[in-house]
């Protein structure tokens, strides 16, 4: 059974950096391309960021870019998010996903290509 748990999320102060995890099992980690969503009150869904099976291939929303950087540990089936001078805008539930098909998806932005969910974990920014 594939599963991914986010983990690392929190209330920090505006200015101030959080980094999420997310831990994956049941699938072949290392050949899995994994992105990272959020979502806040009343909007949609919004990509990232994400990064290729085989890296150092990265792709980041523009609020991101910049701030925010991706990794992975593929001996530790884990990929991060470090999120840097974080705003109250960047408030939201941040969602690990991982596509099966990565290499061939034509684009790491769209959450439809993405075969794998975690539950998401809370990231809250105060002013």
């Known amino acids: 059974q594939v599963q991914l748990v986010e983990s690392g999320g929190g209330l920090v102060q505006a200015g101030g950096s959080l980094r999420l995890s997310c831990a994956a099992s049941?699938?072949?980690?290392?050949?899995?391309?994994m992105g990272w969503f959020r979502q806040a009150p009343g909007k949609e869904r919004e990509f990232v960021a994400s990064?290729?099976?085989?890296?150092?291939?990265?792709d980041y929303a523009d609020f991101a870019k910049g701030r925010f950087t991706i990794s992975r540990d593929n001996a530790k089936n884990t990929v991060y998010l470090q999120m840097n001078t974080l705003s109250p805008e960047d408030t939201a539930v941040y969602y690990c996903?991982?596509?099966?098909?990565?290499?061939?998806?034509?684009?790491?932005?769209?959450?439809?290509?993405?075969?794998?969910w975690g539950q998401g974990t809370q990231v809250t920014v105060s002013s």
């Open positions: 996903a991982a596509d099966r098909n990565g290499a061939y998806s034509p684009t790491p932005s769209e959450a439809l290509y993405y075969d794998y």
């Open positions: 049941g699938l072949t980690f290392s050949n899995y391309r």
């Open positions: 990064i290729s099976w085989s890296g150092p291939r990265s």
